[in-house]
Nanobody, 121 residues
Framework: QVQLVESGGGLVQPGGSLRLSCAAS????????MNWYRQPPGKQRELVAA???????NTADSVEGRFTISRDNAKNTVYLQMNSLKPEDTAVYYC???????????????WGQGTQVTVSS
């Protein structure tokens, strides 16, 4: 079982920066793929960035070059550094942890409660 708690959201002006954190409790954090999703008002949830247990990263085209995902396994924490924020980045941002159990083919999937990011002047 993994519990995820996001923090760092808030109100920021266009062009500004925020750093989101997601603290995980429970076992085996380092083997999980960690993801940041977001859900803009009235829209579906979308994947923003992902980082594997080996440290490989991937970011959505819409945030490429502006957002960076990283993890600190010693602190059981994943981060999302968001720079050059735009009004269209306004959304609830969710942390997600998932892993595959190769022997059974099962998947473990956990979500945080979300943190609001509002980009507005």
């Amino acid at each position: 079982q993994v519990q995820l708690v996001e923090s760092g959201g808030g109100l920021v002006q266009p062009g500004g920066s925020l750093r989101l954190s997601c603290a995980a409790s429970g076992s085996a954090f380092s083997i999980y793929t960690m993801n940041w999703y977001r859900q803009p008002p009235g829209k579906q949830r979308e994947l923003v960035a992902a980082i594997t247990s080996g440290g490989s990263t991937n970011t959505a085209d819409s945030v490429e070059g502006r957002f960076t995902i990283s993890r600190d396994n010693a602190k059981n924490t994943v981060y999302l550094q968001m720079n050059s924020l735009k009004p269209e980045d306004t959304a609830v941002y969710y942390c997600n942890a998932n892993r595959l159990f190769p022997a059974s083919g099962g998947v473990a999937n956990y979500w945080g409660q979300g943190t609001q990011v509002t980009v507005s002047s």
